[in-house]
Each structure stands twice: as C-alpha cells, then as structure tokens.
C-alpha cells in the first residue's frame, strides 16, 4: 500500500510558476513510476506528466509540454512538478498517481495509488 500527499496548489496570475510536491509512503519509492494528473470541473481527468521509476524517462501531455517539468527525488520518496506559464485553462485539483512498475505510463487507469489532489488556480 503506497500513500501519497501532495502540496503545493494555490492561486497565481497567469503566467505564473507553481511547484507541486507529492510525497509518498514507504521504502521502495523508486520502484514505482509516477504521474500527474488533473482534472477540471466538469471535465474528464487529463493526463499531465509521467516520470520512470529511475527518473530517467519522463512523458508529458500535449497541453503542458514546454512548459511543466515532472522531476523526482528517490531519496526524498518525492515527485514534482514544476508548473511554468501557467494559462487559466490549467486550472485543475492536481493528483499524483503511482503506478506497480517502474514503467511510466500516460493513462489513469494503469495507476494503482492516488492521492487526494490539490488545487491549482490560475487567473487571467
């Protein structure tokens, strides 16, 4: 059983940055890949990015490539996403997601732990 916890949701003008944090529990981090992924109201959940187990493989969504960085932190059982030229279209509750392998994947149903998301609010 895998825990996560993420921080770092808020409100920011747009074109702001904004880092989120995701912290998980238990000792055998590295061997889950991670991924982001949001979801706005009345919307379906959009995938964000994705980070291999090593942190050597990272995926990102169309929407977001460019601009966010997925990044992780082994020993710190943490995984970030650095937000850059944030829109008002990525307004979302943010969740990190772990996945029972070290192959990262982009859709939400190959995700086994999910946390309780956080709030990402961007005004224009």
């Known amino acids: 059983q895998v825990q996560l916890v993420e921080s770092g949701g808020g409100l920011v003008q747009a074109g702001g940055s904004l880092r989120l944090s995701c912290t998980a529990s238990?000792?055998?981090?590295?061997?889950?890949?991670m991924g982001w992924f949001r979801q706005a109201p009345g919307k379906e959940r959009e995938f964000v990015a994705a980070?291999?187990?090593?942190?050597?493989?990272?995926y990102y969504g169309a929407s977001v490539k460019g601009r966010f960085t997925i990044s992780r932190d082994n020993a710190k059982n943490t995984v970030y996403v650095q937000m850059n030229g944030l829109k008002p279209e990525d307004m979302a509750v943010y969740y990190c997601?772990?996945?029972?392998?070290?192959?990262?994947?982009?859709?939400?149903?190959?995700?086994?732990?999910w946390g309780q998301g956080t709030q990402v609010t961007v005004s224009s």
């Open positions: 980070i291999s187990g090593s942190g050597g493989a990272t």
């Open positions: 997601a772990a996945r029972g392998t070290v192959l990262a994947a982009t859709t939400a149903r190959e995700y086994l732990y």
């Open positions: 238990g000792r055998t981090f590295s061997s889950y890949a």
